[in-house]
């Protein structure tokens, strides 16, 4: 979607520094870490949020979590990490196009989740 920022980075469009990509996923680091590790792993289709997902394009997000748990590792997050994808308005997201965050590098605390 040509107005969509995500579409825009995975296009090259707009600047991002990468750390995997392969042929239906691209990551790269957040551009406001809340974590000293704060990665967002993205569809390059085109897919709104989670609540988008249906058996039509559900293995997208299996894709997703094959490219977490590479990404996890490369990025040394052996003592663990958190995944948190934000669906809708009241969820939070902020960019309408599936994302997951990757967030590590410290104890994260027991708040959300
Ligand atoms: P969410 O609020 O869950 O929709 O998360 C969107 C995230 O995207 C937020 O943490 C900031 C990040 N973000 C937004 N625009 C850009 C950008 O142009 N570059 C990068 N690297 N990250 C961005």
Known sequence: MSDCIFCNIIAGKIPSTRVYEDESIYAFRDISPQAPIHILVITKEHVESAAKLNVGNSHLAAKCFEAIAIIAESEG????????????????????????????????????V
């Open 77 to 112: 997050l052996k003592d663990g990490f958190r995944v948190i994808t934000n669906a809708g308005k009241a969820g939070g997201q902020t960019v309408p196009h599936l994302h997951f965050h990757i967030l590590g590098g410290k104890t994260l605390g027991e708040g959300l």
